[in-house]
């Protein structure tokens, strides 16, 4: 393979990964707040049929992305209400939205299946794009994947070097502490569950606008992206940046899938396909793995020097839950 | 007592009746006359025998799935890896088929076989997932996640890889197994009285697992405060990995029974997402086991009659899905609702 061809391949990987980019980010900037929002895969199903649909409908590519966000926040909210103010199951009331989101985006999308829509443009980035290398790999895509590289940046600044992004660890790590501190505990999981469910509504326009445009129904190939998007944000350990490198790893990996597919002929594609999520899952134990009890015991019998190179490792991939994720909060 | 029972049944047909305007006021926004749409549905699940016993051989999957879900939702798991254990089964019937399918062993024996290697296949699946969470740290819903991912990824592999149709592989799954290996039906039906005999066992099974055993009893204690029940003796994550294990074994067999009734093959999407259903099921009954048999019923129904829309009214037949999202969402806000209404 030539190395144009290699830079163009790899700037497809960023450019279909980008939607899983803002799907991964909203859901950590949820979870940091201490709630858990499950109903990913049908809020991104929901979220680009109607995107999809607003789009095609009014000719606007904007309408489209601006529905997509207000499906995602609209979802959120129930998820909000549910759990902050009514105090329902989070995983239950997540779970059932999945489900429901999914079946109205195939039942209210049937009139658009097939149907011709607006498309997001390319846009390459004037003299940057004709550098070597860099220009086809990170100047020359559309909108959203310029924001998508802009926003993993943002998050993470915000998360770790603001105050407000300070408060935001502390809502979800010690909500009581924050409290006392003087955060409006309810207000701000509200605040930032909706957010956070603007930015996942954003990856469904941004699938049928955009990476994989149109509406299909059925068979658009979207079903299971908000599932794998939740395994990442694990995977991410509540990080922006660690996140987005779960996401282009696992865009990589599809994209090696079909690169090898001429190479290993052996194998079928189909198979080629789905390889990357029994590594994800093997990614998800070695994350989690530094936290279970019998690790550590274990671990206290080997010779020092091991010991030390083991926990070292295990310290390097592991990540811990915000303390309070799923819990209600109680001001009295 | 009374006045209690009688505000008990008031929200929950409370909560029916916002399910239905809100299903209602989805359907007037497809275009859609509802009434005609309901009556539909209820046509096509109960219109004459054939229509309903398509409900029951629908049914029996999603109650053996319901079933194994009330275990691990007493013990306090969300074991959303059900689909997965259900793959699994499918996948350990039809190995167990393949095997013995040219062997001298009578038809009902080889078909008993299979049926017992895919709940173990469900078995194995589930533990799976017990032992990231018990030794992995893992939670059981992530964990599950990706092993229902990667079992669709093993189901695809062995259709167009080992257990390939002779000549080219596709979607549509592997060689149909000779009719003698299905399991036998009611005359002029595609009904197995064998199927609904296993899944009327496995909720009489639950049933009596909660109200009259001891194992039963401690199960519950470990899921309502697996700390407290550990101090007070009880080997909380052998309790943990044990409902896991029963819940892989009712999985299981809703996949042998896929496969061995329904299929008679190995086919891409074979659980047909009745372990995620199963959970909706488990959730509006609200983990108790008397009503998951009637509400199964439903569902099914549900799934079944929606089968025509598309023709008859050129709508799409996941209203079913629809429907029960609702319905569970609103049973599930209403509850929140009420509970905060009590507390003032």
């Not at chain 1, 929002?37 to 607003?54: C, K, P, R, Y």
């Not at chain 1, 909000?80 to 103010?85: L, V």
Request: charged content about 10%.
């Amino acid at each position: 393979m030539s190395t144009d061809a290699l830079f163009i391949g790899l700037a497809g990987v960023l450019f279909s990964a980008s939607p899983l980019i803002f799907a991964v980010i909203g859901e950590t900037i949820t979870e940091r707040a201490g709630v858990i929002n499950l109903s990913m895969n049908g809020t991104i199903l929901l979220a680009a049929m109607g995107g999809f649909g607003a789009a095609a409908s009014t000719g606007s590519l904007l309408a489209g992305f601006a529905a997509g966000m207000l499906i995602g926040a609209v979802v959120a909210l129930v998820v909000a209400f549910a759990s902050i103010t009514l105090k329902q199951s989070q995983v239950a009331v997540g779970f059932v939205l999945a489900l429901l989101c999914r079946d109205l985006a195939y039942f209210l999308g049937n009139p658009y299946v097939g149907q011709a829509g607006p498309r997001l443009s390319f846009v390459p980035v004037p003299i940057l794009s004709s550098l070597p290398a860099l220009g086809p790999l990170l100047f020359n895509h559309d909108v959203m994947t310029y924001l998508s590289f802009v926003l993993v940046i943002v998050a993470w600044t915000y998360l770790y070097k603001t105050r407000p992004g300070l408060m935001l660890q502390g809502i979800g790590e010690r909500p009581a502490a924050a409290f006392v501190r003087g955060a409006n505990v309810k207000a701000l999981r509200y605040f930032y569950t909706l957010l956070g469910g603007a930015l996942i509504g954003l990856a469904g326009p941004m699938y049928s606008l955009s990476v994989k445009a149109g509406w299909k129904g059925t068979i658009s190939g979207l079903d299971g992206l908000g599932w794998i998007a939740l395994a990442i944000t694990i995977f991410g350990g509540w990080n922006p940046l660690r996140a987005a490198f779960g996401v282009y790893l696992f865009a990589l990996l599809q994209w090696l899938g079909i690169v090898l597919q001429p190479v290993l002929p052996g194998i079928p594609s189909q198979v080629l396909q789905v390889a990357p999520f029994p590594l994800m899952i093997m990614a998800l134990l070695l994350v989690n793995i530094g936290n279970a009890e019998w690790v550590t015991r274990t671990l206290a019998r080997l010779p020092e020097r091991t010991r030390h190179a083991i926990a070292r490792i295990l310290r390097a991939m592991r990540a811990s839950p915000p303390a309070s994720l799923g819990v209600p909060f109680d001001s009295e | 007592m009374r006045s209690a029972a009688v505000t008990n049944v008031l929200w929950k047909l409370g909560a029916v009746g916002l399910a239905l305007v809100l299903t209602t006021g989805v359907l007037v926004a497809a275009g859609a006359p509802p009434l005609a749409a309901y009556r539909n549905i209820l046509n096509g699940a109960f219109g004459d025998w054939g229509n309903f016993s398509d409900v029951l051989i629908a049914w029996v999957p999603l109650m053996l799935a319901t079933s194994g879900l009330l275990i691990t939702f007493v013990a306090g798991l969300w074991n959303i890896g059900i689909e997965g254990q259900i793959t699994l089964g499918a996948i350990g019937t039809t190995w167990a088929l393949r095997l013995l399918q040219d062997s001298s062993l009578p038809p009902g024996l080889i078909i008993l076989l299979a049926v017992l290697t895919g709940m173990v296949g469900g078995a194995v699946w589930a533990s799976l997932a017990g032992a990231l969470k018990t030794f992995g740290g893992v939670n059981e819903i992530f964990g599950g996640l990706g092993l229902n991912f990667v079992a669709v990824a093993l189901t695809v592999y062995l259709i167009f890889g080992p257990w390939k149709r002779p000549g080219v592989a596709s979607m549509s799954g592997t060689v149909p197994f000779d009719p003698a290996l299905w399991l036998p039906t009611l005359e002029g039906s595609r009904l197995s009285p064998w199927a609904v005999a296993l899944a009327v066992a496995s909720i009489v099974f639950v049933y009596i697992l909660f109200r009259g055993t001891y194992y039963g009893l401690r199960l519950k204690a470990v899921g309502k405060n697996p700390h407290a029940a550990y101090l007070l003796g009880v080997p909380t994550w052998q309790y943990m990995m044990s409902a896991f294990v029963l819940c892989g074994l009712f999985a299981g067999a809703a996949g042998a029974v896929q496969v061995t009734a329904v299929y008679h093959r190995l086919i891409p999407s074979i659980s047909s997402g009745y372990g995620y259903l199963g959970l909706m099921v488990a959730m509006l009954v609200n983990y108790q086991a008397i009503w998951a048999a009637p509400v199964a019923l439903f569902f099914a129904a549900l799934n079944i009659g929606s089968i025509q829309l598309p023709i008859v009214l050129k709508l799409d037949s996941t209203l079913a899905g629809v429907i029960q999202g609702t319905l569970v969402l609103s049973v599930l806000l209403v509850e929140g609702v009420r509970q905060k209404w009590t507390q003032r």
